[in-house]
């Protein structure tokens, strides 16, 4: 059978260009995971032309890389979106290709950083609590 499924994703992002920051499925409880194509596009990815030139962007580097978001589904496979080594948003690969991913690690808005990030200063994160009176 060569009837495909379609995601909410395929339809938001690839006909209506209305993409969300929020999950309109099931609450994911994890603090670590994947980007959304959603966030990609919002930092700067686009169906329609390459961007070199956003944060997700990492020079010299020649793979493509998965999010999470499923776009269609064949009945056996899931294409999930991926951004390209050019900052282009796909969804014609099935999951079963090699990507690269690119993980995050959800903050809670109390969140604390201190330190520079290098070897002898590295980054500390903690929770800020406020005492009450």
């Not at 990815?45 to 998965?66: C, M, P, R, V």
């Not at 080594?85 to 604390?112: A, F, H, Q």
Request: aromatic share 14%; proline share 2%.
């Amino acid at each position: 059978d060569n009837t495909n499924t379609y995601c909410l994703g395929y339809s938001r992002l690839l006909t209506d260009y209305n993409q969300v920051y929020s999950c309109l499925g099931s609450k994911f409880t994890s603090k670590i995971g994947l980007l959304t194509a959603d966030e990609a596009v919002f930092a700067g990815a686009s169906k329609n032309h390459t961007n070199t030139s956003f944060y997700l962007y990492t020079s010299g580097k020649d793979q493509s890389w998965w999010t999470i978001t499923p776009g269609y589904s064949n009945g056996t496979e899931i294409a999930y979106f991926e951004i390209s080594n050019n900052g282009l948003l796909k969804n014609d690969s099935m999951g079963n290709y090699y990507r690269g991913i690119k993980p995050v690690i959800n903050l809670v808005k109390r969140t604390v950083v201190s330190g520079s990030g290098t070897i002898d200063d590295p980054y500390t994160i903690k929770e800020w609590f406020t005492e009450r009176l």
